[in-house]
């Protein structure tokens, strides 16, 4: 399944065109719109659990230059930190 670049807030599916001042990004480029950003999800990413950062206009079309039919964003799994477990 090829990555779909999406256009929309995750959240409430506000549009978020290239030019949008809005669009605010995690790092593993999760799209919300500042407005749930800020009052919803209180600067934290619902998928992955990161911040967030405004999204620059030209980001967009580097991820549509850079995506390829290989390209897979995993969501990489947080682990919690504990004491033990440690590899000695
Ligand atoms: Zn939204
Ligand atoms: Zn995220």
Redesign the pocket.
């Given at each position: 399944m090829a990555l779909e670049l999406r256009p929309n807030c995750e959240y409430c599916d506000k549009d978020l065109p290239p030019a949008s001042t809005e669009a605010q990004i995690?790092s593993?480029e999760?799209t919300f719109c500042a407005d749930c950003v800020d009052n919803i999800l209180y600067n934290v990413?619902p998928?992955?659990g990161?911040g967030f950062v405004p999204r620059p206009s030209a980001f967009i079309y580097r991820i549509v230059k850079t995506t390829s039919p290989h390209t897979v964003v995993e969501a990489k799994t947080f682990r919690p930190l504990t004491d033990d477990g440690r590899d000695g």
């Amino acid at each position: 399944m090829a990555l779909e670049l999406r256009p929309n807030c995750e959240y409430c599916d506000k549009d978020l065109p290239p030019a949008s001042t809005e669009a605010q990004i995690c790092s593993y480029e999760c799209t919300f719109c500042a407005d749930c950003v800020d009052n919803i999800l209180y600067n934290v990413c619902p998928n992955c659990g990161g911040g967030f950062v405004p999204r620059p206009s030209a980001f967009i079309y580097r991820i549509v230059k850079t995506t390829s039919p290989h390209t897979v964003v995993e969501a990489k799994t947080f682990r919690p930190l504990t004491d033990d477990g440690r590899d000695g």
